[in-house]
């Protein structure tokens, strides 16, 4: 079983540049918008980060080690790359709670599968599917995202699961690029309180479009990876 602390953040983030496969790259920079709409420099290129099936696993592993001790019943993440990253969690708190002595965890969770769903964009909300809202009623969840940057997407995933009656316990994330913090996650919930922890917190600059320096510079055309059609890749 691997360490259950994560590496240094620096350590950390250097791993996973490195991780991504020849030819690619996992930090691009150049001239961006992102799904908020807002402007940055940087692009994390979430789909290389999750070409690597033992990667994500040792990440989703610090995760779940994380929340190990909030007797988890369901991973929610949402799609697309939620949908990968709450299975891998899931799995771990699972071996986790497979593992445990007896006197470490509340005994109703030993023996217990930890199960992983997703939710799916539809006008502009973050749905469950009629059976996951049924999975979810009653239940300790743990949300789980990717790359954050205005936190937009969890509070969404938020209020579903407090739509199917589920009680969320934690957020977890890789990377929070815009440094957003509990209680922002939180605005607008009726839950009281939750943690969230993320792997890294690396803050990379965005602009609303009309304060974006790039687009006042006018030299570094702008590539939006949220467009189907998009294949423009500037590093
Ligand atoms: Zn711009």
């Not at 692009?43 to 080690?65: G, Q």
């Not at 709450?86 to 030993?110: D, G, K, M, P």
């Amino acid at each position: 079983m691997e360490d259950r602390f994560p590496p240094p953040e620096s350590v950390l983030i250097r791993k996973l540049e490195r991780s991504a496969p020849q030819g690619t790259k996992l930090l691009l920079q150049g001239h961006f918008e992102l799904a908020s709409k807002k402007h940055t420099a940087y692009f994390i290129d979430k789909r290389v980060l999750l070409t690597r099936p033992h990667i994500i696993s040792e990440l989703s592993f610090y995760i779940a080690s994380h929340f190990y001790s909030f007797d988890i019943e369901i991973v929610v993440g949402p799609a697309l790359g939620g949908v990968l990253f709450s299975n891998w969690v899931a799995y771990h708190l699972t071996q986790l709670y497979l593992s445990a002595s007896r006197e470490s965890i509340s005994h109703r969770f030993r023996q217990r599968e930890v199960l992983g769903l997703f939710s799916e964009k539809r006008q502009k909300k973050m749905v469950f599917h009629d059976q996951f809202v049924r999975l979810l009623q009653h239940k300790r969840v743990l949300i789980v995202e990717d790359i954050i940057t205005t936190g937009g997407t969890v509070k969404k995933v938020l209020r579903e699961v407090e739509r199917s009656q589920g009680y969320t316990q934690g957020v977890g994330a890789l990377w929070n690029r815009g440094l957003v913090g509990e209680r922002e996650l939180l605005e607008g919930s009726k839950c009281g309180s939750f943690v969230f922890h993320s792997l890294v917190n690396k803050n990379f600059p965005t602009w609303d479009k009309k304060d974006c320096p790039l687009c006042k510079e006018g030299k570094i055309p702008l590539v939006n990876f949220h467009k189907p059609d998009t294949r423009a890749v500037s590093s």
